[in-house]
């Protein structure tokens, strides 16, 4: 484990932890670096003028440009240079003085420098470089309503149209004040579930950097942090179609009319991989079942019952959808009671029985067995 004892503020301020700490209160960082500094109260002043350090700059950038940076930068390079030409013609200067302003004036160009860039690579709002969330809004801010969630719980947001959102701490949405009379267009950084009333003359769009979400009535997750390799959606209930755009990619109206790269059912999310650029569909990892928990319980209790219909009460249940050779399975029977357990377990308790097994391709299961006698 990295030793924190012996840092100075520069130190600090070039620790992607600790700035994720004071930038986004992360909770993993948060619980090291709360429980560190109540350890160690003897640096809780070096922290607290980091971490002041650290806003202030954030704060700066939406007074500063990116050039004027730049130059304030070059200012204090210069100013250093300067500084030790002073030292070496000046012999009468006390060399005590002039090193430690030259110490002064290097760590303030490489602390900001390197804040800057982490702030660059890593913040939601970083500096001279928009976020596709910025980019898409810029144009349109006083007609939108932009909520920020800044606190440790999640703030539930109500829409123009009574649609719902869950916006988890870190994340932040904006959206027209009305909606237009064709679409309903929210636009998300971070992460936020999203339970949307259902409308069929307005389908219902999500920008979330790389990905679009077009449903007309569902709920869903979608997790899109500026920092994180990849953007997910998570479908709980409906249908929506996913579409990639590229960062820079204005929302269309032909989107609401091509056709999607893919769809998504219940218990299904897609995952975009920013470094592959790649979109891959999968199940999520515990599947709910969809309809209601009474309903379940009758549906799963099994006596010489074809297999056919066990996979077919599962696709009902769950809404995934069970692919096997059903001739092969025909005489194949189950009896056993499945209320208990996720979806997996039953699937593995059905296979064992029959002496099949299963595998998880592209966001369904697909059976292999042999024939039962």
């Known amino acids: 484990m990295q030793d924190y004892t012996n840092y100075t503020i520069k130190d600090f301020i070039l620790d992607d932890s600790f700035c994720r700490w004071v930038l986004r209160n992360a909770s993993e960082d948060a619980v090291f670096w709360e429980n560190w500094i109540h350890e160690h109260p003897q640096h809780a002043e070096v922290v607290a003028d980091a971490c002041d350090l650290i806003k202030k700059v954030r704060d700066a950038q939406d007074n500063l440009s990116e050039n004027e940076l730049r130059e304030e930068l070059k200012r204090l390079t210069k100013s250093r240079k300067e500084m030790d030409a002073s030292q070496v013609s000046d012999k009468t200067t006390p060399k005590l003085s002039l090193a430690w302003l030259w110490r002064v004036a290097a760590i303030l160009v490489i602390s900001i420098a390197g804040l800057v860039f982490y702030l660059s690579k890593n913040s939601a709002l970083p500096f001279g470089n928009y976020s596709a969330y910025q980019q898409r809004i810029e144009s349109k801010k006083d007609l939108f309503q932009e909520v920020l969630n800044d606190d440790k719980t999640p703030k539930v947001v109500t829409l123009p149209d009574g649609s719902k959102i869950i916006l988890k701490m870190g994340s932040r949405v904006s959206f027209l004040k009305v909606f237009s009379e064709k679409h309903r267009d929210v636009y998300l ?42 953007v997910k959606v998570i479908v709980k209930t409906g249908r929506v179609s996913v579409f990639s755009l590229n960062k820079e990619q204005e929302p269309a109206e032909q989107l609401l009319t091509e056709e999607a790269q893919l769809i998504l059912t219940p218990n299904q999310q897609v995952v975009f991989n920013r470094d592959e650029n790649r979109l891959k569909r999968s199940l999520v990892a515990i599947p709910e079942p969809i309809k209601p928990i009474s309903s379940v319980h009758k549906s799963l209790v099994f006596d010489r019952t074809p297999i056919s219909q066990v996979f077919d009460s599962l696709e009902e249940i769950y809404g995934i959808s069970m692919t096997y050779d059903n001739e092969l399975l025909l005489k194949c029977q189950l009896t056993a009671e499945l209320e208990k357990g996720t979806l997996f377990e039953k699937l593995d308790l059905i296979c064992k029985a029959i002496e099949a097994r299963y595998e998880l391709i592209d966001g369904q299961v697909v059976i292999y067995g042999k024939r039962c006698n």
């Open 189 to 230: 950084s971070g992460e936020a579930f999203f339970d949307v009333v259902k409308d069929p003359t307005k389908p219902f769009v999500v920008y979330a950097n790389e990905l679009a979400t077009k449903v007309l009535g569902t709920s869903f997750t979608i997790s899109s942090y500026e920092k994180d390799k990849e």
